[in-house]
């Protein structure tokens, strides 16, 4: 069984509209990190969530980027108004392990913004 | 300057035969993690194997083994006994410091296994 599950696996939206990922962990995770994976690059870091607060997010991580974690559980990524450039594949993450150090990722979300 | 080097662009490797996956690293911090992923063609990213800069002994998960040779700043992924299910994407990927730092990547290598 996945540490995370995302949901959806696959949208399509208008360039404009507000979109919602959803990512939901098994266990209870302190640390919880969204990845950004645009065709055919290296996956890049977005932001990092620790204790329901930011503890650091990158310089794609902009104004259109929130995070949520509306329920106590789920983890939430919206995207206030797509651009084309914001297809891509978006991964949720959490650490495991004995000591906390590997980290797994959920199947991803492939966002397609027409 | 890149934090995490992966060279070989495309490996080929032929079934049974072992293949070595080329990473290199560069940080200050003397607390650091080293990890491989897999990305099969279904886009889902498969943790593989997680090397400790503190670690005496090299990882090894079944069939993977990373080459870690600290003074080199190298992590390469051995694969051993390679399956046609082995072709994919592999990125390597460091966490510099303890905790929940983020991960950054290499750009990938991809692994085609010939029967």
């Known amino acids: 069984e996945p540490e995370v599950t995302q949901t959806p696996s696959h949208q399509v939206t208008q360039m404009g509209q507000e979109v919602i990922l959803r990512c939901v962990p098994i266990s209870n995770h302190l640390y919880f990190y969204w990845y950004r994976q645009i065709l055919g690059q290296k996956v890049e870091f977005l932001v990092s969530?620790?204790?329901?607060?930011?503890?650091?997010k990158s310089e794609i991580f902009d104004d259109q980027f929130s995070v949520e974690r509306p329920d106590g559980s789920n983890f939430t990524l919206k995207i206030r108004s797509t651009k084309l450039e914001d297809s891509a594949m978006y991964f949720c993450a959490t650490p495991r392990g004995s000591r906390g150090t590997e980290a797994f990722f959920g199947q991803g979300t492939r966002l397609t913004v027409v | 300057a890149q934090k995490i080097t992966q060279t070989q662009p495309g490996m080929f490797v032929q079934e049974k035969e072992a293949v070595t996956l080329d990473c290199t690293y560069d940080t200050s911090d003397p607390s650091y993690g080293l990890f491989w992923y897999k990305q099969p063609s279904s886009g889902e990213m498969i943790f593989l194997i997680y090397?400790?800069?503190?670690?005496?002994q090299n990882a090894t998960e079944g069939r993977y083994s990373l080459n870690f040779q600290k003074a080199r700043k190298s992590a390469n992924l051995v694969i051993s006994a390679s399956q046609l299910g082995d072709s994919a994407m592999y990125f390597c990927?460091?966490?510099?410091?303890?905790?929940?730092?983020?991960?950054?990547f290499g750009a990938g290598t991809i692994l085609r296994v010939k029967s």
């Open positions: 090397q400790g800069s503190y670690d005496q």
């Open positions: 969530f620790y204790n329901n607060e930011i503890s650091e």
């Open positions: 990927a460091m966490r510099e410091g303890l905790g929940g730092n983020k991960l950054v």
